[in-house]
């Protein structure tokens, strides 16, 4: 028999304290995957003042592992958390949002564009600052297991004419602008996900206009820039690991990953780099299509053990020397 959900929990928790400890200089950072660390089913992560704590179970989250839960919370936190669960949807209306367990509603965010929305706080990640929903949407809006990925966008951006494809809301264009690019364009078909990038930019202090966040199809974009000999220095290509409806195909990993990478390979500047990533689990195809070059690979930090993102992938092509 294995540990209960609040024995998991102490476990992993003193398995993050190096992060538990520096929180004042990155407070988003995963407390527990379950499916590696005992409690199958469970995740946990840690955003600013609050933890999201996420089950999978399909018929939702039994009362007494939330109880256990929260009182483990009690002994492990130096501070009192607000706690939001997200769970498998009583109905379809509301299959995305989430709800605050104990705690503080969080306080709307000076200059946030988006500041009325329920259980949208402020984070911080080494030096940069992002909005969160821990209650509205099917994601938070800022993934931790690509913290390091970014951290390298940071550092590999000074000067540089970046594009940020699939941009949701725009974390990899704050982090290259942040880092020194001369210019920065993030793309998303998605109105929501442009209005999020643009509050991220806010939220920096980052100057933004037309040209920063474009909402198009990616595709649509890349065959205007390749009309007009538009190339740029850094690309990121981060797709979504389902396929997705557009006014023309959407995009779609199996069929169109390849497609992607002709597109790009067209609009890359001598010494430019390609980060190129993929969340789609188990799929071969994602390193099939990438060009044949040198490349280097990032993984996602301590928080996340190897073993639990087993689909996600980030590449580097054309390093820069």
């Given at each position: 028999m294995g540990p209960s959900l609040g024995e998991a929990l102490a476990r992993a928790w003193a398995?993050?304290?190096?992060?538990?400890?520096?929180?004042?200089?990155?407070?988003?950072?995963?407390v527990m995957d379950g499916r590696e660390e005992g409690a199958p089913g469970w995740t946990v992560d840690r955003y600013g003042e609050a933890l999201l704590v996420q089950c999978?179970?399909?018929?939702?989250?039994?009362?007494?592992?939330?109880?256990?839960?929260?009182?483990?919370?009690?002994?492990?936190?130096?501070r009192p958390l607000s706690v939001y669960l997200k769970e498998p949807p009583a109905s379809r209306s509301r299959r995305e949002d989430g709800r605050l367990l104990r705690g503080d509603e969080a306080v709307p965010i000076a200059g946030d564009l988006l500041a009325s929305r329920p259980g949208r706080l402020r984070v911080h990640e080494e030096g940069m600052h992002f909005a969160v929903d821990l209650c509205h949407g099917h994601n938070t809006g800022l993934f931790a297991d690509a913290r390091s990925m970014r951290r390298w966008v940071r550092g590999h951006s000074e000067g540089r004419r970046i594009l940020n494809l699939f941009s949701y809301t725009a974390a990899f264009g704050v982090a290259a602008t942040v880092g020194g690019a001369r210019s920065v364009e993030n793309i998303d078909m998605v109105a929501s996900a442009v209005e999020r990038g643009r509050a991220n930019y806010a939220l920096n202090g980052l100057p933004g206009d037309s040209r920063s966040h474009v909402r198009s199809e990616v595709?649509?974009?890349?065959?205007?820039?390749?009309?007009?000999?538009?190339?740029?220095?850094?690309?990121?290509?981060?797709?979504?690991?389902?396929?997705?409806?557009?006014?023309s195909r959407g995009f779609h990993p199996a069929r169109d990953q390849g497609r992607l990478m002709e597109h790009i390979g067209a609009?890359?500047?001598?010494?430019?780099?390609?980060?190129a990533m993929s969340a789609v689990r188990n799929t071969a195809g994602f390193e099939e299509q990438l060009p044949a070059s040198d490349a280097c690979e990032l993984l996602p930090d301590d928080d996340f053990p190897s073993r639990v993102v087993p689909g996600l992938r980030a590449r580097v092509l054309y390093p820069p020397g």
């Open positions: 398995d993050r304290q190096n992060f538990h400890e520096q929180a004042d200089r990155c407070d988003v950072y995963r999978f179970l399909s018929g939702g989250a039994p009362p007494q592992c939330l109880d256990e839960l929260l009182a483990r919370v009690d002994s492990l936190a130096s595709f649509a974009f890349l065959k205007k820039a390749r009309k007009r000999g538009q190339t740029w220095d850094g690309v990121i290509a981060d797709p979504p690991p389902v396929a997705t409806q557009g006014k609009c890359l500047a001598p010494g430019a780099w390609l980060l």
